[in-house]
């Protein structure tokens, strides 16, 4: 495969930077994961919960057994942007990490209106980092009608964030491209400057509400100076390249826009990981799908189409089973292997907080009001892990008590960062969910 | 049927398309009470009513509420103007990559100038695509400013920039532009000599915002609040929606020379180019979004039932349907009509073969004109292409096909399927007896709030019936006999029975409602903006002249390019 970033630097080496290994110093650290069709409480409440702490896992959760004791599981978060025209998934899809938000300018389909969940933590802890936000993503074909703005992250009204869904673009942007030759570092110093000064002038000629169009150009590029610059400050792992690297980028789009790739999210996975642990980013979301996409799941027997056959129509859940069996594992991956890196007195998960979201509780038309969210971690000893919350079933007689702008004001907390109510104020949310912070 | 070679194919410019997939496949559940129980108008005029019905806000009855004109802003190209625009400066740019291809996707049209993305991944793609045209075309570059091989030659250097600037930014270059690319220039040639400080500069010149984004800015007009698209934007905009390409050495040289300020010379370079080589390409571009055909050769069918639909017949039936609207529109009535109701299509052999038309011998590769005689068989509507675009791997869909006519021809909306929808698997009835899929669906959606939507949408896609997941004629379903009938709602003066695809199309085509809502697609495309508010103020006097031109849509074109709701831009802050 031509690299994206080598080729752009005309035959600069891609280099891993494993001489700048340094002492990585314990900083709160970030993980959201998505993925589409929900967390089912079809499938969640197949583990028996007899109290907060008293639940025993089946099912997918069964993924984090190992991990029992640092996790918190938060069911039944109302959503009223979830019930939003019919309660279709894509409608309020891009509100579930923004708390709520009933109208975007008058129409709700996943277009970012403000600053979503990931992105706000991002914004705050990820000052000093290399990368603010690093957000990866799985292929999938975004043309469905509703799928309208192609990502469910934002920095703020109208400022998305799109997925990097190339592997090795994703490698580049993490552990940097190496220049050998001062001549072409030079030359590539000249380029990048002009275009900086470029976009900055045209931008200053511009009305004031486009030169956000601006804003996001400027910013990328700036990302790329900033992964050409490259070197890495943790112990990083070795990522090597896969066999899907060396295809060409259509191909890869291409082939994954229908199937999802276990080899491919796994090494999407491993990358997110080295990012956080070699400290060129505090936040990582992982959005492996949402919304109204076709991806099947080929190989694990799920051929039918994850939109129209499994969001609309799998009534015994079969399919949504192995999706999220599929989707554990993969959380529990990641979390284990931070958790296997020695830091400080303990290891990087002990300042670990990781989110597992998806777009809602039920179908891709239904249940999208009551979302359920899987905590692992500790959040440097902020959460009160291994329990269990149930919260009263989606139109309970206070939703206001854990409506699913709580649950993002809890990530916060559990963060050590100051927040006290999210999202656009349509479900009132003052405070975190009650008895999940220690 | 009669045939006749065509002159000319446009099959390149549907080359790359996409579908997008069913639109709307079923309900069983419940449709929020009240405000979404039944479709209603896009706003479109006509001259039709249903008073209190679905669709009565449109048929004349919306108000104008608003300004006419569009704001000052930036348009960001899309990926073919993109590769469009570098070809016409760069013919030896080699293997490029198409950097918004998914940003195209994810509006109505990919012109819309507030969808665009610029992150990482696309800013990657517009810079290694600037480094593969420096590599490619420095051979190019070099012929033409041979002067370039005297390095110390600074006035070289300069009209290179100005040159590649002025093609590249489709305006002349301020003094301040000109000055910073010498000055790139010269920094790359001390550091590494000219060929590197010609590949800097147009690296430089492929990254700017100046050639990423049209300029809609205009300068201050007498009028308080407005401003007017200067030559140079006119221009630009004239070419890319005539050609989807930036303008031509006339067009260039009018606008250097101020020569399109007025209606007539706006119109006569818009028809200069509608009948140059490339002059339907904005347009074939336009029908490839409007029909969703963008992804159509990835749309694959059971190849049991369906062994001929391979990629290559879905390659020659793409083409078949370029060429069969470019056929209507270089004809003597390109009209929205005609559009709708030709009989005449470019068959290619693989076409011929899919749809069983054994009787056609020696049809052309590049495609030949015939008469189709088939009942039913009339408009585009009817073309392989669309039927095949809007139906399942395995069957037809009637809901989709109905959902695209009602929604996008008609301009009637129709709210997104309600919760825990379940498209309706074919069974017997409950004695056992077979079923046609009309009648399965008939049966799910006549129930309940399902009919809520599905009657808006269904019985417009049940005359379709008669031709199968691939677009071929049958007579029957599932070993029954195929009802053609269907019905028009929400539409106003066309609303009632009809007896075929036919019938209903005759009617579709003849009807102001269709008029308008082609009109405004047409607008949204060309002026890039997605439905607003102030849509109906911008298209009204549009439609307009679109009805009583009888609906030429190469007038429709240029009437939209003069029309002072184009030309002038509000004022922004």
């Known amino acids: 495969m031509a690299l994206a970033a080598s080729s752009l630097l005309g035959g600069l080496v891609l280099r891993l930077d494993r001489e700048a290994q340094g002492a990585v110093t314990s900083v709160p650290r970030f993980i959201l994961y998505n993925h589409s069709n929900g967390l089912q409480n079809f499938h969640l409440n197949k583990s028996a919960v007899r109290s907060p702490t008293d639940f025993t896992l089946s099912g997918f959760m069964t993924h984090f057994e190992p991990f029992k004791q640092e996790l918190t599981v938060a069911q039944n978060l109302f959503c009223t942007a979830g019930a939003h025209l019919h309660g279709n998934s894509s409608s309020g899809l891009s509100c579930t990490k923004r708390g709520a938000e009933i109208s975007v300018e008058g129409i709700m389909e996943m277009v970012v209106g403000g600053p979503t969940i990931d992105q706000w933590i991002a914004s705050r802890l990820g000052q000093s980092s290399r990368l603010r936000s690093l957000v990866l993503g799985h292929p999938f074909d975004v043309s469905y009608g509703n799928c309208a703005q192609g990502t469910i992250s934002g920095r703020a009204k109208n400022e998305p964030v799109y997925p990097t869904l190339d592997p090795v673009k994703a490698h580049e942007l993490i552990f940097g491209v190496q220049n050998q030759d001062e001549v072409l570092i030079q030359l590539q110093k000249s380029y990048l400057d002009f275009v900086k000064d470029d976009i900055q002038s045209f931008h200053a000629q511009l009305p004031g509400a486009e030169r956000q169009k601006l804003e996001q150009y400027l910013e990328s590029v700036r990302e790329i100076e900033r992964s050409l610059a490259g070197g890495v400050a943790g112990a990083c792992p070795q990522i090597g390249a896969q066999e899907f690297t060396q295809k060409s980028e259509p191909d890869i789009q291409g082939e994954l826009q229908n199937s999802n790739n276990p080899a491919f999210w796994r090494y999407m996975c491993d990358l997110g990981v080295a990012a956080l642990q070699c400290g060129a980013t505090q936040q990582l979301s992982m959005l492996h799908?949402?919304?109204?996409?076709?991806?099947?799941?080929?190989?694990?027997?799920?051929?039918?189409?994850?939109?129209?056959?499994?969001?609309?129509?799998?009534?015994?859940?079969?399919?949504?089973?192995?999706?999220?069996?599929?989707?554990?594992?993969?959380?529990?991956?990641?979390?284990?292997?931070?958790?296997?890196?020695?830091?400080?007195?303990?290891?990087?998960?002990?300042?670990?907080?990781?989110?597992?979201?998806?777009?809602?509780?039920?179908?891709?038309?239904g249940g999208n009001q009551a979302h359920s969210m899987i905590w692992l971690g500790k959040g440097n000893g902020r959460l009160q892990t291994g329990k269990w919350h149930r919260f009263v079933e989606a139109v309970g007689p206070n939703p206001a008590q854990y409506a699913?702008?709580?649950?993002?004001?809890?990530?916060?907390?559990?963060?050590?960062?100051?927040?006290?109510?999210?999202?656009?104020?349509?479900?009132?949310?003052?405070?975190?969910?009650?008895?999940v912070l220690a | 049927m009669s045939r006749q070679h065509k002159s000319s194919t446009l099959a390149s410019a549907l080359a790359s398309a996409v579908l997008l997939g069913s639109l709307a496949a079923g309900c069983t559940g419940n449709i929020d009470q009240g405000s979404a129980s039944a479709p209603g108008s896009?706003?479109?005029?006509?001259?039709?009513?249903?008073?209190?019905?679905?669709?009565?806000?449109?048929?004349?009855?919306?108000?104008?509420?608003?300004?006419?004109?569009?704001?000052q802003r930036i348009r960001p190209l899309n990926s073919a103007q993109y590769g469009n625009t570098i070809r016409a400066v760069f013919p030896d740019a080699g293997q490029l990559r198409s950097p918004f291809e998914v940003s195209d996707r994810s509006a109505e049209f990919s012109t819309n100038a507030n969808l665009r993305r610029f992150d990482f991944d696309t800013s990657l793609g517009i810079m290694t695509n600037g480094q593969t045209v420096a590599e490619a075309s420095l051979a190019q570059i070099k012929a033409s400013f041979a002067c370039l091989a005297q390095s110390a030659d600074s006035n070289c250097s300069s009209e290179l920039v100005?040159?590649?600037?002025r093609s590249l930014y489709r305006a002349p270059l301020s003094a301040d532009q000109a000055t910073k690319l010498s000055n790139l220039f010269e920094a790359g040639n001390k550091l590494a000599g000219p060929d590197?400080?010609?590949?800097?500069?147009?690296?430089?010149?492929?990254?700017?915002?100046?050639?990423?984004?049209?300029?809609?800015?205009?300068?201050?007009?007498?009028?308080?609040?407005?401003?007017?698209?200067?030559?140079h934007e006119i221009a630009n905009a004239i070419s890319f929606a005539v050609t989807n390409a930036p303008p031509d050495a006339l067009l260039s040289q009018a606008a250097d020379a101020g020569e399109l300020s007025t209606p007539a010379k706006i119109r006569e370079h818009a028809l200069r180019l509608l009948g140059g080589e490339r002059g339907l390409t904005g347009l074939q571009a336009f029908m490839t979004e409007f029909f969703r055909t963008r992804d159509f050769v990835k749309n694959d069918k059971d190849k049991t039932l369906f062994p001929l639909f391979d990629s290559e017949t879905r390659s020659q039936a793409l083409a078949d349907f370029a060429d069969t609207i470019a056929g209507v529109l270089r004809s003597s009535e390109p009209t929205l009509a005609s559009l709708l109701t030709t009989r005449k299509f470019v068959v290619r052999p693989r076409t011929a073969a899919l749809l069983g038309w054994s009787d056609l011998q020696n049809l052309s590769p590049d495609g030949s004109t015939v008469e189709a005689s088939e009942q039913g068989r009339a408009g585009i509507l009817t073309h392989p292409v669309f039927l095949a675009n809007f139906a399942h791997a395995n069957e037809t869909n009637p809901v989709a096909r109905g959902h695209f006519v009602t929604s996008n021809v008609l301009c009637v909306d129709i709210p997104p399927p309600p919760q825990a929808v379940k498209f309706p698997e074919r069974t017997n009835a409950n004695d056992g007896s077979p079923r046609t899929l009309r009648q399965v669906l008939q049966s799910e959606h006549s129930m309940g709030t399902c009919a809520g939507c599905h009657q808006f949408m269904d019985p417009v896609g049940y005359p379709f019936e008669v031709f199968d997941a691939v677009g071929k004629l049958r007579s029957t379903d599932n070993g029954l006999p195929i009802d053609a009938s269907g019905s028009i709602s929400g539409a106003g003066e066309i609303d009632g029975p009809v007896a075929s695809a036919q019938e209903m199309l005759g009617k579709i085509a003849g009807s102001a409602r269709a008029q308008d809502c082609f009109a405004e697609r047409v607008y949204k495309y060309v002026a890039g903006v997605d439905a607003s508010p102030t849509l109906e103020c911008s298209t009204s006097s549009l439609k307009s002249r679109f009805r009583e031109q009888q609906g030429n849509v190469l007038e429709l074109v240029v009437g939209l390019l003069q029309s002072p709701e184009f030309l002038a831009r509000e004022v922004v802050p």
């Open chain 2, 42 to 71: 896009s706003g479109v005029g006509g001259s039709g009513t249903s008073p209190g019905g679905p669709g009565a806000g449109g048929a004349g009855m919306s108000a104008c509420v608003g300004s006419t004109r569009l704001a």
């Open chain 1, 404 to 435: 699913l702008g709580r649950a993002h004001v809890t990530t916060a907390q559990a963060l050590g960062l100051e927040l006290d109510d999210f999202g656009d104020g349509t479900d009132p949310c003052n405070g975190p969910l009650p008895g």
């Open chain 2, 162 to 165: 100005k040159t590649l600037g």
């Open chain 1, 289 to 365: 799908t949402y919304g109204c996409i076709h991806l099947m799941y080929e190989f694990d027997g799920v051929s039918r189409n994850h939109h129209f056959d499994v969001g609309h129509k799998d009534e015994e859940g079969t399919f949504m089973d192995k999706i999220l069996g599929f989707h554990a594992e993969h959380v529990a991956y990641m979390y284990k292997k931070l958790k296997d890196v020695p830091e400080g007195a303990g290891t990087m998960a002990d300042s670990l907080l990781m989110a597992w979201m998806s777009d809602g509780g039920g179908y891709h038309h």
């Open chain 2, 196 to 231: 590197a400080a010609i590949k800097l500069v147009v690296r430089a010149l492929l990254s700017s915002p100046l050639f990423l984004f049209h300029r809609e800015l205009g300068q201050p007009s007498a009028e308080s609040g407005s401003a007017n698209l200067t030559a």
